[in-house]
């Protein structure tokens, strides 16, 4: 399944600012794998291997940004409608323990479990999407299932 392409004007934010460091950060690994390849033998130069395979990496994922990025939309628009649930929702929930959780519906390129923000594209922000106060949210997983009711929702 391919992932949607909504960001935050946060996430985009975020996105460019990562795209900027990586760009930055290659020119410091280009400049020391030529002084790692300068020193002779690369067979059995340990920086020279560090570095192609940290500039590798670096490549990758600047690839992966410039194609990802001109594809994604911003949305930074707040839903006329602030009692469902939408896309980059604070959204609070209450699970059948009793617990509170919050979590934030966000694209797929801001999920950040640290910070609660959860893919739009996962099971839980799914069916989340479209409700409203005191709904009941029930979602299969591994294990069964599980329920939640929405006790908050907020946009920033």
Excluded: C
């Amino acid at each position: 399944m391919k992932s949607s392409p909504y960001v935050t004007a946060e996430g985009m934010f975020r996105l460019n600012q990562e795209l900027s460091e990586r760009w930055q950060r290659r020119r410091e690994v280009v400049q020391a794998l030529a002084a790692a390849a300068a020193e002779g033998d690369r067979s059995e130069n340990a920086e020279y291997i560090y570095r192609k395979k940290e500039l590798r990496e670096l490549d990758r994922r600047i690839r992966y940004l410039q194609k990802r990025m001109p594809d994604l939309k911003v949305v930074d628009q707040i839903p006329d409608n602030q009692e469902k649930i939408f896309f980059a929702a604070w959204v609070g929930l209450e699970t059948e323990e009793g617990d509170e959780v919050e979590y934030r519906i966000v694209g797929p390129d801001e999920i950040d479990h640290a910070k609660g923000n959860i893919s739009v594209d996962s099971p839980l922000a799914r069916a989340l999407l479209g409700k409203a106060l005191d709904d009941e949210v029930v979602i299969k997983v591994a294990d069964g299932r599980k329920q939640y009711f929405v006790i908050a929702i907020r946009y920033q």
